[in-house]
């Protein structure tokens, strides 16, 4: 592992300032997060865990580099979009450019919610990843936690996917807002054809 993460770090090291390696991004997304939102599915995740809804986001090796003024411009101007929900791959492994563009998309109003294979705690210490606390501090809501196969839950009325983890409601604004379920499947045609497949068990083609 330890291996595995030195190779990561030199990876995002690659990465230029106010940038953000993603493996996809789509908007008006209904099952992310409360409302309609935008997704921002970054690139790269040491976990590996069995039955990862997106495999492909496990390399730290660039996929495609978005600058945060492009990404926040993005959601901003789409008006359907009420906020953008980090993904992955691991969002936290990106933290200091994810809350940049955090920091923009709340400036125009919109909620920030992030998903996490940490927990709270292990973001909150002194080994988190650099940059968490200041994304941390961005975010309305965080659901943390790895998800485990063998803690699934498949609940249409429950919001995560394994009862190992939790939502964070880190802005009492949303207290009442956990409406969404994590079991349902949403599909966006792009423009190319090509499909994003999203919600519980999700995947990207």
């Known amino acids: 592992m330890e291996t595995k993460r030195s190779q990561a770090l030199l990876a995002l090291m690659e990465i230029p300032p106010g940038y953000v390696n993603i493996m996809g991004y789509v908007d008006e997304s209904e099952v992310n997060g409360p409302g309609c939102r935008a997704v921002v599915w970054v690139q790269g995740c040491l976990r590996e865990c069995p039955s990862c809804f997106n495999p492909e986001s496990w390399s730290f090796e660039i996929k495609e580099l978005v600058s945060v003024d492009t990404l926040a411009s993005k959601i901003i101007s789409n008006k359907r979009n009420t906020g953008v929900t980090f993904?992955?791959?691991?969002?936290?492994?990106?933290?200091?450019?994810?809350?940049?563009?955090?920091?923009?998309?709340?400036?125009?109003?919109?909620?920030?919610?992030?998903?996490?294979?940490?927990?709270?705690?292990?973001?909150?210490?002194?080994?988190?990843p650099a940059g968490s606390q200041e994304l941390l501090e961005q975010l309305d809501i965080l659901i943390d936690g790895p998800f485990v196969e063998s803690l699934a839950i498949n609940d249409p009325n429950s919001p995560v996917s394994s009862s190992n983890q939790r939502v964070h409601i880190l802005n009492p604004a949303f207290q009442d807002q956990i409406t969404w379920a994590s079991d349902q499947i949403e599909v966006h045609i792009m423009k190319d054809g090509s499909r994003i497949v999203t919600g519980y068990r999700g995947w990207m083609e």
């Open 87 to 128: 993904s992955g791959g691991e969002p936290f492994w990106q933290a200091p450019a994810l809350a940049q563009l955090a920091g923009k998309v709340k400036a125009a109003g919109l909620s920030v919610m992030s998903f996490t294979g940490f927990t709270l705690e292990q973001l909150q210490s002194e080994y988190a």
